[in-house]
């Protein structure tokens, strides 16, 4: 059983998770603090950067020989496989700590099992300890290496009867300033921003992070079946890198001035005649691009629905009404109030004048 110390030590390890999400991918974000051998919390450390350091090891070099006999508290499960750095047991044994305290198991293939390697080393272990708080953040991550594909937030703005757009066609701006600016965080958490060809053709995106602090730009990808998106669009402006995922059908005459921009295009088999999404989805998991936003419109975010490659959803809705106009959600292959996708609520948020809600979609339902 965890001591006090031990799951104070693990609130601190979890704001310094917390404190560097976005940052780390393709690699979890994980906070670890060290407690000495009389239990007094030594030192702190969160992961960095892709090849840099895991959060144990910055904590591990920051106590220094005060590790000796001591705790090390972390909230994901030590890994103990060699990627871009070495296995974090190894630095573990090393340092002579005596006991290794975590919050979630390591769903990894590859880095799974530090756990059995502490215990081997003769370290006493202990798992769970406030592992549904530590995974809230770690969800997303998890989600993706459990399932083998990006986790997808699917995000929308719309009236508070599901409009995102007037009868007319006009939409700018639906939801408030707040709201703008809480899609440029999520944008920056992501590895990937997703959307239809339908959006470029009608708003002409950038899709960048332009109003929230970061330290990288989000793969941009435009799911284009036929090959449409204008050589001129904002989405190919070299802001940050963009994919076109278009049909293998597609003509190879479309094709050649779009590659010519500097973007990448790759070719996907269809599926019911539109782009397979779930080809899409390894394309960008291959390349280690764990956690997408899917950012529309209606007729692309229905068949993510329909193909369960929905994990979340963020709905920023408007105190307005508008009556008619299109729908948030285009046909997701759903005919009967039996077959709903039920999701469950995870916050509610005023922002502004708009409310967020964001919800995960039940694993059990469809
Ligand atoms: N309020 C919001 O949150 C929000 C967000 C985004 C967009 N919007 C609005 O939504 C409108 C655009 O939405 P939209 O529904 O017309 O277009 P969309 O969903 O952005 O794009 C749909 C197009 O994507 C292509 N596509 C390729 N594979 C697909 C697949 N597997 N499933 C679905 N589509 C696939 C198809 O064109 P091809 O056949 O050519 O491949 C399809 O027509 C705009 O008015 C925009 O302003 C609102």
Redesign the pocket.
Known sequence: MASPAETAAMTRAIELATSVLGTTNPNPAVGAVVLDREGQPVASGATRPAGEAHAEIVALGEAGVRAAGGTLVVTLEPCRHVGRTGPCTDAIITAGIARVVYAVADPHTAAAGGSETLRAAGIDVEDGVLADTAAADLLPWLTAVRRQRPHVTW????TLDGR??AAD?T?RW?TGEESRRDVHRLRALSDAVV??????L??DTHLTVRDWPTTRQPLRVV????A?TPVSAHILDGAARTLLAV?NDADPERVKPLRDTGAEVIELPR?EG????SALMATLFEREQHIVLL?????????FVKQRLVDRVVGFHAPALLGSG?P?L?DAGIPTISAASRLTVTDVRALGADVRITADVDRGGR
């Open positions: 995000k929308y703005a719309a995102t757009a066609g939409s639906i959307v239809g060809i339908g959006t470029v009608a708003d799911v284009d079946g036929k449409r049909g599926r539109r782009i397979d999404l950012e529309g419109g209606a007729t692309l975010a229905g068949s299109p948030v285009g």
